[in-house]
């Protein structure tokens, strides 16, 4: 089993919908988790972090951490064609290593 | 300039030739990551280092080596590049608790041919 799964999509919204990503991890003890959005051919880059249970908000994007239930979870709001892109998951376990998943490819079609 | 720098952005070579890429930064961390990315496949992680004296592998090191020149450089090396190596590869920097994510670089693409 992979310390970080998503599921690798692609996932096409309308524009102005929202567009939900999702993402599981496998170990408990699990510290922090990030949300990476990486253009093709581009280099990830920091969207979004949470380190407690609940919702975190920042604009238009919603980070959901439930912990018990070992997930974590993306929104996007009012989504954008300039949105398209792979979203990668991430989470630091016990601070010592980043574990990433897959990434889901997004597609916000006009 | 870019936190972390990554040279070269491109580069194209031959089977059996030795090629070494560099990573340097500016954010004081203390740790440096290398990754490399396939379509399909996600980030993987080739070698990281905790600080100069700490170097570790990660799960595909084999046909790779890292030398941490100083805390703010950390260069990959192909001994000698085979064609599965062609990939996009990524330096990575984060601080002791990896509290605030990583930071990338830009990138190399790399074309074994």
């Known amino acids: 089993q992979k310390e970080v799964e998503q599921n690798s999509g692609p996932l096409s919204v309308p524009e102005g919908a929202i567009a939900s990503l999702n993402c599981t991890y496998s170990?408990?003890?699990?510290?922090?988790f990030f949300w990476y959005r990486q253009y093709s051919g581009k280099s990830p880059e920091l969207i979004m972090s949470i380190y407690s249970n609940g919702d975190k908000e920042d604009g238009r994007f919603t980070a959901q951490l439930n912990k018990a239930s070992q997930y974590v979870s993306l929104l996007i709001r009012d989504s954008q064609p300039s949105d398209s892109a792979t979203y990668l998951c991430?989470?630091?376990?016990?601070?010592?290593?980043?574990?990433f998943g897959t990434g889901t490819s997004l597609t916000v079609i006009p | 300039d870019a936190d972390v720098t990554q040279t070269p952005r491109n580069r194209i070579t031959k089977t059996g030739k030795r090629i070494m890429l560099e990573c340097s930064q500016t954010?004081?961390?203390?740790?440096m990551y290398w990754y490399r990315q396939d379509p399909g496949l996600g980030l993987r992680l080739i070698y990281y280092s905790f600080d100069v004296k700490d170097i570790n592998k990660g799960e595909i090191s084999d046909g790779y080596s890292v030398s941490r020149q100083a805390q703010a450089k950390f260069s990959l090396s192909l001994e000698s590049a085979i064609p599965n190596q062609t990939a996009l590869y990524f330096c990575?920097?984060?601080?002791?608790?990896?509290?605030?994510?990583?930071?990338f670089g830009s990138g190399t693409r790399l074309t074994v041919v």
């Open positions: 990575a920097t984060s601080d002791r608790q990896g509290s605030y994510g990583y930071t």
């Open positions: 991430a989470v630091n376990l016990s601070g010592n290593q980043f574990y």
């Open positions: 954010k004081g961390h203390d740790r």
């Open positions: 170990d408990r003890v699990s510290q922090s």
